[in-house]
């Protein structure tokens, strides 16, 4: 058997790597849902930013899938 017969796997990813984006999108999440249930203005306007990093994400990854 030669050497270009056999094929190598590819890398796994570790998990870290593989839990990062969510964890972001987690603490984003959480950071938004408590800054505008105790907030009120500038925190309001906060909140309603780190809301809508979970929503950009899933828009960026259907529009990226096809």
Do not use: E, H, N
């Not at 969510?22 to 925190?43: H, K, M, N, Q, Y």
């Amino acid at each position: 058997m030669s050497g270009a017969a056999i094929k190598s796997r590819p890398r796994r990813a570790s998990v870290a790597r593989v839990l990062a984006v969510p964890a972001v999108l987690l603490v984003a999440s959480i950071a938004g849902l408590v800054l505008g249930l105790t907030g009120d203005g500038f925190p309001d306007g906060l909140a309603w930013g780190l809301l809508s990093i979970p929503i950009l994400a899933a828009v960026y990854a259907f529009a990226r899938r096809g």
